[in-house]
């Protein structure tokens, strides 16, 4: 099956760190951006990173923060998040695209993983 397994999620306290995982199955992460989105209650769904064989982009609020980095041997793309804050809270999904632009927007990508929950005490 051609899917896409994330997982990592919990509760931590500002300032803390937490690492999500995001394991590909059915295909090669190096033909592919895979990035993460998140979604807080009564919000849009906002990129936050992706990354591919030729770049990495993040969104500004998380910039200096989280680190996306993948193991190809294990197909897997990670998400280190330091220095969390209350307004990171939310479920984190990682989704993949062959785009090359438009990266910030959930619409070009046509793979998704189930959703992990990040929740940033103060």
């Known amino acids: 099956d051609v899917q896409l397994q994330a997982s990592g999620g919990g509760l931590v306290q500002a300032g803390g760190s937490v690492r999500l995982s995001c394991v590909a199955s059915?295909?090669?992460?190096?033909?592919?951006?895979v990035g993460w989105f998140r979604q807080a209650p009564g919000k849009e769904r906002e990129g936050v990173a992706c990354?591919?064989?030729?770049?990495?982009y993040y969104s500004d609020p998380v910039k200096d923060r989280f680190t996306v980095s993948v193991d190809n041997a294990k197909n897997t793309v990670y998400l280190q998040m330091n220095r969390l804050k209350p307004e990171d809270t939310a479920t984190y999904y990682c989704?993949?695209?062959?785009?090359?632009?438009?990266?910030?927007?959930?619409?070009?990508?046509?793979?998704w993983g189930q959703g992990t929950q990040v929740t940033v005490s103060s």
């Open positions: 989704a993949r695209t062959r785009s090359s632009t438009s990266l910030r927007e959930a619409r070009v990508y046509d793979l």
């Open positions: 990354t591919s064989s030729d770049s990495t």
């Open positions: 059915g295909f090669s992460l190096e033909d592919f951006c």
